[in-house]
C-alpha cells in the first residue's frame, strides 16, 4: 500500500476534529472513538483515491458521517431520527470549513483549563476519565446525576466564555 | 424563544446521558433552524470532544513502544492505546509507525444506550474486576497456560489459552463455544471474541444475534445459526464451516462481506478468500459431547473399583433387551428389559431407558447376602402418579429385601424389610421434577442403618433394630413386583434412569459427591 508521508500527516492532524463532528452524531466520546476508529480504516483504504490538491477534511469527513450514520442505523439508535442525511450533511460541510479556528479554540481551551479552579478541574477529570459518567459521580457523592451534570454545564458554560474571550470574540 | 443558556442546557443532557426524547426531538428543529444553533452546537461538541480527549489521554499511560499486532494485554483494548497514540501526538513520526496503528485489529464496538452510565463499565476501556463475559458450562480435562485462565467459571475481558481438554463456555447474550485444545482466544465482551487459534464450534441463539468471532484473516458475524472455525496458527488462515443459517465473513480492511450459508465452507487467508478443506467429523466438538466424554472417562475409572458389583451404564445394545452390566466378576449378571424404551440420557450419545407405563421396567438381579450395599443411579423424573414409585425395588416384600423409591411428595424412602420398628429421620430435600437427579442408597445391615443422598446431600436417615442379612435378589429398576397383600401395588416409575451401580460396601458422603460431581449434566447444572 503506497500511502504518502503527507496523507500520514493529514489524517493525523484531522483526527480531533473528525472525533467532534462524530461525536455530534452520537454524544458518546467513548461510541466516537468507535466509529472514528472505523472511519480511519475507511480513510486507509481510500488513501489512493484521495487527490492531494484539493482539501483533506471535506474528503475525510464525508466519511466519518457515513460511517457514522452507519453505526446509528446498526446500533438502532434514536439518533437516526434525528441526523437525516440533509442535516448530516449540512453539519458535515460546516464542520469542514472550521478546520482554522477549530485549531485555535482546542489551543484556546489548554489555556482556560489552567484558569480553573482547581475543584472544577477535578470535577471534570473524574467526568472525562475513561469509564467516567454523571451517574457513577453521583453515586459516590451521593447525589443526583441531574445535580452533577448541572455542575458540570456551568463548568462548560465557564470553558466556552472562556474560549471566546481568548479569541476576542464576543461574549453571548 | 430558545435562549442560549435553553441551548446549554439541552447539548450538556445529551453529553451526559440524560436526554429525554424530547429533547431529542427538539434537538432536530434546534439544528434546523439556522446556522447559528448549528455553531453551537458544533462548538460545545468541540469542547466535549476535546474534554474527553485529552483527559482519556492523560489518565492512560502513554505506550513505550509503536503498537504492534500482537495481542494486547487483558483489559488493554487496541483503542486505548490508539487515543494516547494520536491524543498525545506520539507515534506518528514515520508512515511505518501510523501503518501498524491504522491497521490494528479494529475493537468490536459496545453496544451501548443513550445512558452512558449504564453501559460505562462495559466499554473496552475499563473492564470491571468483575465483568462476566461468559461462564465455563463445562468442560472435560482441561488446562489452561499459566495466567491465562478464568476466574472461576467466570470469564471475564481477556486472554485466555487451553492447553488440554475440551471446554464450553456460554456468553451472556446466549451464544455458546465449544473450545477444543489447543486453542487461544481473546474475550472482549459477550458478543465478541478474538479467535488467535485453534479451533471452535459456535451456536448462537436469536439473542446472540450479531455474535462476532474475529480472526486474523476475517470477522465471523453470527446470523443466529451454528457454525465452525479453525485458526492454523502458523499460515493464519480461518477456516469456516457453516452448519446451520448464515454467517457473514468480514474483510476487516475493505468492509467486504461474504455470506456464507448453512452446508457451506470458506476459507479466508490473506485478504482473500479461497476453498476450505474437506470437514472432517468430530472436528468440532458439540457441547454435549463434553459431558459424554467426561462420563465416559468416569465409567473407565469406576468400573475398575474391585468393590462393584455391577455397574449398569445404560447403553442401547443391538439386542435392545439387555441391560449390560459392565463389570465381570461381581456376581451381578446383565439385566433384562421388559416394556421400558431406550431413549436420550443426559447427554447426546449416552442412552437411557423410559419408564412411562405402568408395566414398563427393567430385572436385575443382586444375589446373594450382603452387610453392606451402596445403590446409586441418575434418574429423571417427569411426573408422580402413585403413592409410592419406585427407582429400584427387590420383587414382593422378603426379608432382607430392599426398596428405593419416591413418595407422592417427591421424598425419597426405603431401606430392607425388616421386622419390628424403625425410625425415618427427614433431613433433606425432595427430588425435583424434570431434571437429572443422583440418588444414592447406603445401606448397612451391621449399623442397621440407611442413608439416603440426592445429588450428594443427606435427604433421610433409617434405623432399625432387627439383625436381617440384605438380600435384595431380583429387583424391579422403575417398578415394584408387589406383594399380592399390599395396598400401594402400582409402584411405577415416570421418568429415566441412565445410570444404575451397585457396591457391595458403604459409600461415604464424600465418596458419594465425587460420583454427583462425576456425572453431573454440566457445570451450571444446579444440584437444588
Given at each position: 500500500?503506497?500511502?504518502?508521508?503527507?496523507?500520514?500527516?493529514?489524517?493525523?492532524?484531522s483526527?480531533r476534529q473528525l472525533h467532534s463532528f462524530i461525536l455530534s452524531m452520537v454524544w458518546n466520546p467513548a461510541e466516537a472513538d468507535?466509529v472514528l476508529?472505523?472511519t480511519?480504516?475507511?480513510?486507509?483504504?481510500?488513501?489512493?483515491?484521495?487527490?492531494?490538491?484539493?482539501p483533506?477534511l471535506p474528503w475525510a469527513i464525508r466519511f466519518a458521517q457515513l460511517q457514522a450514520l452507519a453505526w446509528l442505523k446498526r446500533r438502532r439508535r434514536q439518533q437516526r431520527v434525528v441526523f437525516d442525511d440533509d442535516l448530516t450533511r449540512l453539519l458535515a460541510d460546516e464542520a469542514a470549513r472550521e478546520e482554522v479556528v477549530f485549531e485555535e479554540r482546542r489551543?484556546a481551551l489548554?489555556?482556560c483549563?489552567?484558569?480553573?479552579?482547581?475543584?472544577?478541574?477535578?470535577?471534570i477529570?473524574?467526568r472525562y476519565?475513561?469509564?467516567?459518567?454523571v451517574?457513577?459521580?453521583?453515586?459516590?457523592?451521593?447525589?443526583?446525576p441531574k445535580a452533577v451534570s448541572d455542575r458540570l454545564r456551568r463548568i462548560r458554560h465557564a470553558l466556552l466564555q472562556c474560549i471566546r474571550r481568548q479569541l476576542g470574540e464576543a461574549t453571548a | 424563544m430558545t435562549t442560549a443558556a435553553d441551548l446549554e442546557g439541552l447539548f450538556n443532557r445529551l453529553a451526559d446521558g440524560l436526554a429525554s426524547e424530547d429533547d431529542e426531538q427538539r434537538l432536530g428543529a434546534v439544528l434546523r433552524s439556522g446556522p447559528a444553533s448549528r455553531r453551537a452546537y458544533r462548538e460545545f461538541m468541540a469542547l466535549h470532544s476535546a474534554l474527553h480527549w485529552?483527559?482519556?489521554?492523560?489518565?492512560?499511560?502513554?505506550?513505550?513502544?509503536?503498537?504492534?499486532?500482537?495481542?494486547?494485554?487483558?483489559?488493554?483494548?487496541?483503542?486505548?492505546?490508539?487515543?494516547?497514540?494520536?491524543?498525545?501526538?506520539?507515534?506518528?513520526?514515520?508512515?511505518?509507525?501510523?501503518?501498524?496503528?491504522?491497521?490494528?485489529?479494529?475493537?468490536?464496538?459496545?453496544?451501548r444506550t443513550g445512558s452512558e452510565?449504564?453501559?460505562?463499565?462495559?466499554?473496552?476501556?475499563?473492564?470491571?474486576?468483575?465483568?462476566?463475559?461468559?461462564?465455563?458450562?463445562?468442560?472435560?480435562?482441561?488446562?489452561?497456560?499459566?495466567?491465562?485462565?478464568?476466574?472461576?467459571?467466570?470469564?471475564?475481558?481477556?486472554?485466555?489459552?487451553?492447553?488440554?481438554?475440551?471446554?464450553?463456555?456460554?456468553?451472556?447474550?446466549?451464544?455458546?463455544?465449544?473450545?477444543?485444545?489447543?486453542?487461544?482466544?481473546?474475550?472482549?465482551?459477550?458478543?465478541?471474541?478474538?479467535?488467535?487459534?485453534?479451533?471452535?464450534?459456535?451456536?448462537?441463539?436469536?439473542?446472540?444475534?450479531?455474535?462476532?468471532?474475529?480472526?486474523?484473516?476475517?470477522?465471523?458475524?453470527?446470523?443466529?445459526?451454528?457454525?465452525?472455525?479453525?485458526?492454523?496458527?502458523?499460515?493464519?488462515?480461518?477456516?469456516?464451516?457453516?452448519?446451520?443459517?448464515?454467517?457473514?465473513?468480514?474483510?476487516?480492511?475493505?468492509?467486504?462481506?461474504?455470506?456464507?450459508?448453512?452446508?457451506?465452507?470458506?476459507?479466508?487467508?490473506?485478504?482473500?478468500?479461497?476453498?476450505?478443506?474437506?470437514?472432517?467429523?468430530?472436528?468440532?466438538?458439540?457441547?454435549?459431547?463434553?459431558?459424554?466424554?467426561?462420563?465416559?472417562?468416569?465409567?473407565?475409572?469406576?468400573?475398575?473399583?474391585?468393590?462393584?458389583?455391577?455397574?449398569?451404564?445404560?447403553?442401547?445394545?443391538?439386542?435392545?433387551?439387555?441391560?449390560?452390566?459392565?463389570?465381570?466378576?461381581?456376581?451381578?449378571?446383565?439385566?433384562?428389559?421388559?416394556?421400558?424404551?431406550?431413549?436420550?440420557?443426559?447427554?447426546?450419545?449416552?442412552?437411557?431407558?423410559?419408564?412411562?407405563?405402568?408395566?414398563?421396567?427393567?430385572?436385575?438381579?443382586?444375589?446373594?447376602?450382603?452387610?453392606?450395599?451402596?445403590?446409586?443411579?441418575?434418574?429423571?423424573?417427569?411426573?408422580?402418579?402413585?403413592?409410592?414409585?419406585?427407582?429400584?425395588?427387590?420383587?414382593?416384600?422378603?426379608?432382607?429385601?430392599?426398596?428405593?423409591?419416591?413418595?407422592?411428595?417427591?421424598?425419597?424412602?426405603?431401606?430392607?424389610?425388616?421386622?419390628?420398628?424403625?425410625?425415618?429421620?427427614?433431613?433433606?430435600?425432595?427430588?425435583?421434577?424434570?431434571?437429572?437427579?443422583?440418588?444414592?442408597?447406603?445401606?448397612?445391615?451391621?449399623?442397621?442403618?440407611?442413608?439416603?443422598?440426592?445429588?450428594?446431600?443427606?435427604?433421610?436417615?433409617?434405623?432399625?433394630?432387627?439383625?436381617?442379612?440384605?438380600?435384595?435378589?431380583?429387583?424391579?429398576?422403575?417398578?415394584?413386583?408387589?406383594?399380592?397383600?399390599?395396598?400401594?401395588?402400582?409402584?411405577?416409575?415416570?421418568?429415566?434412569?441412565?445410570?444404575?451401580?451397585?457396591?457391595?460396601?458403604?459409600?461415604?458422603?464424600?465418596?458419594?459427591?465425587?460420583?454427583?460431581?462425576?456425572?453431573?449434566?454440566?457445570?451450571?447444572?444446579?444440584?437444588?
Amino acid at each position: 500500500m503506497d500511502v504518502s508521508a503527507e496523507f500520514v500527516a493529514q489524517i493525523t492532524r484531522s483526527q480531533r476534529q473528525l472525533h467532534s463532528f462524530i461525536l455530534s452524531m452520537v454524544w458518546n466520546p467513548a461510541e466516537a472513538d468507535d466509529v472514528l476508529q472505523e472511519t480511519n480504516l475507511v480513510l486507509w483504504e481510500k488513501a489512493a483515491e484521495f487527490d492531494t490538491d484539493r482539501p483533506f477534511l471535506p474528503w475525510a469527513i464525508r466519511f466519518a458521517q457515513l460511517q457514522a450514520l452507519a453505526w446509528l442505523k446498526r446500533r438502532r439508535r434514536q439518533q437516526r431520527v434525528v441526523f437525516d442525511d440533509d442535516l448530516t450533511r449540512l453539519l458535515a460541510d460546516e464542520a469542514a470549513r472550521e478546520e482554522v479556528v477549530f485549531e485555535e479554540r482546542r489551543q484556546a481551551l489548554a489555556a482556560c483549563l489552567q484558569k480553573l479552579p482547581s475543584d472544577q478541574r477535578d470535577l471534570i477529570a473524574r467526568r472525562y476519565e475513561p469509564a467516567g459518567s454523571v451517574n457513577a459521580m453521583a453515586e459516590v457523592v451521593g447525589t443526583t446525576p441531574k445535580a452533577v451534570s448541572d455542575r458540570l454545564r456551568r463548568i462548560r458554560h465557564a470553558l466556552l466564555q472562556c474560549i471566546r474571550r481568548q479569541l476576542g470574540e464576543a461574549t453571548a | 424563544m430558545t435562549t442560549a443558556a435553553d441551548l446549554e442546557g439541552l447539548f450538556n443532557r445529551l453529553a451526559d446521558g440524560l436526554a429525554s426524547e424530547d429533547d431529542e426531538q427538539r434537538l432536530g428543529a434546534v439544528l434546523r433552524s439556522g446556522p447559528a444553533s448549528r455553531r453551537a452546537y458544533r462548538e460545545f461538541m468541540a469542547l466535549h470532544s476535546a474534554l474527553h480527549w485529552d483527559y482519556v489521554a492523560a489518565a492512560l499511560p502513554e505506550p513505550t513502544a509503536p503498537p504492534s499486532l500482537s495481542h494486547p494485554p487483558p483489559g488493554r483494548p487496541p483503542r486505548a492505546t490508539w487515543l494516547v497514540a494520536f491524543g498525545a501526538g506520539v507515534l506518528l513520526a514515520t508512515a511505518a509507525a501510523v501503518i501498524l496503528v491504522l491497521l490494528r485489529p479494529a475493537p468490536p464496538s459496545t453496544e451501548r444506550t443513550g445512558s452512558e452510565q449504564s453501559t460505562a463499565p462495559a466499554t473496552p476501556d475499563a473492564p470491571r474486576a468483575d465483568a462476566v463475559a461468559a461462564l465455563l458450562v463445562d468442560g472435560v480435562g482441561s488446562e489452561f497456560a499459566p495466567g491465562r485462565g478464568p476466574n472461576g467459571v467466570r470469564f471475564g475481558p481477556g486472554d485466555y489459552e487451553l492447553v488440554k481438554g475440551v471446554i464450553h463456555l456460554r456468553f451472556a447474550q446466549g451464544a455458546d463455544m465449544v473450545l477444543a485444545a489447543p486453542a487461544r482466544i481473546e474475550v472482549t465482551d459477550a458478543q465478541h471474541t478474538r479467535l488467535v487459534s485453534g479451533k471452535v464450534r459456535v451456536v448462537a441463539p436469536p439473542t446472540a444475534k450479531g455474535f462476532t468471532v474475529a480472526t486474523r484473516a476475517a470477522d465471523y458475524v453470527d446470523l443466529g445459526t451454528e457454525f465452525g472455525l479453525r485458526v492454523d496458527a502458523a499460515s493464519g488462515a480461518s477456516d469456516l464451516y457453516v452448519f446451520d443459517g448464515q454467517v457473514n465473513v468480514t474483510d476487516p480492511q475493505s468492509g467486504a462481506v461474504l455470506p456464507v450459508t448453512g452446508g457451506k465452507s470458506s476459507r479466508a487467508i490473506d485478504g482473500r478468500s479461497a476453498p476450505a478443506p474437506p470437514f472432517r467429523e468430530g472436528d468440532f466438538p458439540t457441547p454435549g459431547s463434553i459431558g459424554l466424554k467426561r462420563w465416559e472417562e468416569y465409567e473407565r475409572q469406576t468400573r475398575a473399583d474391585r468393590t462393584l458389583l455391577a455397574f449398569y451404564p445404560f447403553r442401547r445394545q443391538p439386542d435392545e433387551s439387555v441391560l449390560v452390566n459392565a463389570v465381570e466378576g461381581g456376581g451381578m449378571a446383565d439385566g433384562r428389559i421388559a416394556g421400558a424404551r431406550w431413549t436420550t440420557g443426559r447427554w447426546p450419545g449416552k442412552d437411557a431407558l423410559l419408564f412411562d407405563r405402568d408395566t414398563d421396567f427393567a430385572q436385575v438381579a443382586i444375589p446373594g447376602e450382603h452387610q453392606e450395599l451402596t445403590i446409586a443411579t441418575w434418574v429423571k423424573v417427569e411426573r408422580i402418579d402413585f403413592v409410592l414409585n419406585a427407582i429400584l425395588n427387590s420383587d414382593g416384600a422378603e426379608p432382607g429385601g430392599v426398596h428405593l423409591q419416591l413418595n407422592r411428595q417427591g421424598f425419597v424412602r426405603g431401606g430392607v424389610i425388616v421386622e419390628g420398628p424403625f425410625q425415618d429421620t427427614l433431613v433433606g430435600k425432595s427430588v425435583p421434577l424434570g431434571s437429572w437427579v443422583h440418588v444414592a442408597s447406603v445401606i448397612s445391615a451391621r449399623a442397621r442403618s440407611q442413608q439416603i443422598y440426592v445429588n450428594g446431600a443427606l435427604a433421610r436417615e433409617r434405623r432399625w433394630q432387627s439383625g436381617v442379612p440384605l438380600k435384595p435378589g431380583q429387583c424391579r429398576v422403575g417398578n415394584w413386583l408387589p406383594d399380592p397383600t399390599d395396598k400401594f401395588r402400582i409402584r411405577a416409575l415416570r421418568g429415566q434412569i441412565d445410570e444404575l451401580a451397585v457396591w457391595g460396601r458403604v459409600l461415604s458422603a464424600e465418596e458419594v459427591g465425587r460420583l454427583v460431581e462425576a456425572g453431573r449434566p454440566g457445570l451450571l447444572w444446579s444440584k437444588e
